[in-house]
């Protein structure tokens, strides 16, 4: 029994709701919410497309909810996962994710579609809240990367988040070399798949034993490894960022040089133009690994 004029102690950590982190957080999922409401109201989706834009707002929301819940009631340092590194990890995927959200969205139903009235102001609205989402999540990735001194998880710095951009990058050229399958008309062409899936597979597994504190399961140094296996992508990129664009646009491989008359009727992309964005995400990718490379190379000269 209470002593009389003893208050009661609040349950929960008030300062995960109340920092500045907490407070972009909760405009995050506000931002969020209010852009999937406004598209289920009237701004409509139909196709994959929106598909993928309501998948990636009600994740990040979802998620954000989750992260302040854990964080509110103190579950950080009971759950299997490195909190260090996995809120940041999750920021930046949703930075990228409601990037992509903001410019499909728009350029699908605003600009492709032309609606009138009502409808075109709720895509309008629901577009202007997608970019707001990305960026108070673009702001928590900056609140909460590593600072020069900081010793925080590998996520948080420079290299980890290049991981989160390297596999995200991968995950849509999946999505344009799979629809239609434009590798299986050469052997280059199926070892440049092989350098997509190869790299995302040894990125993602960078990222998943950061999250699980699992770098100790290599055999050799982290660091090490990092620097081995992201020569081997920048190699591996660089062939392919040349051997794409031999085998798809040059006449005498069997390539088409110029956009076919056909796609001037076509308002999305045709399978020329998916051709074109994979080699420009390719050259984009190998630029990232190159950063990647030389951030890693530094970070095992000042451990040395």
């Not at 992309?269 to 420009?280: N, R």
Request: net charge positive; with cysteine; charged share 15%.
């Amino acid at each position: 029994c209470p002593m009389p004029g003893s208050r009661t102690k609040s349950v929960g950590n008030t300062q995960a709701l109340t920092s500045q982190v907490g407070i972009v957080r909760l405009l995050e999922a506000l931002f969020a919410c209010v852009t999937f409401s406004l598209v289920v109201h009237q701004g409509n989706w139909d196709d994959r497309n929106g598909d993928w834009c309501m998948f990636c707002w009600c994740f990040c929301f979802a998620m954000t909810l989750l992260v302040l819940l854990v964080e509110f009631i103190g579950l950080q340092h009971r759950i299997p996962v490195s909190w260090k590194n996995f809120p940041i990890t999750f920021a930046m995927y949703a930075t990228l994710m409601c990037l992509s959200a903001s410019v499909i969205y728009p350029v699908t139903y605003i600009q492709h579609r032309a609606p009138s009235g009502k409808t075109k102001d709720y895509r309008i609205a629901a577009t202007v809240f997608s970019c707001l989402t990305c960026l108070a999540y673009s702001v928590e990735v900056t609140m909460t990367r590593a600072k020069p001194g900081e010793v925080t998880g590998y996520m948080a710095s420079v290299p980890g988040l290049l991981k989160v951009v390297e596999t995200f990058v991968a995950c849509i050229i999946f999505v344009f070399i799979s629809d239609p399958i434009s590798y299986d008309r050469h052997e280059g062409l199926k070892w440049c798949l092989a350098v997509y899936c190869i790299c995302f597979i040894l990125s993602l597994v960078v990222i998943v034993l950061c999250i699980g504190e699992c770098t100790g399961w290599l055999p050799c140094a982290f660091n090490k490894f990092l620097s081995g296996y992201t020569l081997l992508a920048v190699l591996m990129y660089a062939t392919a960022t040349v051997i794409w664009p031999i085998y798809n646009f040059d006449s005498k491989q069997g390539g088409r040089p110029r956009r076919p008359s056909s796609c001037s009727s076509n308002r999305s992309f045709c399978d020329w133009d998916k051709l074109v964005a994979i080699a420009v995400l390719t050259a984009i990718n190998l630029l990232v690994y190159l950063a990647d490379l030389v951030y890693s190379a530094r970070l095992i000269f000042i451990q040395a």
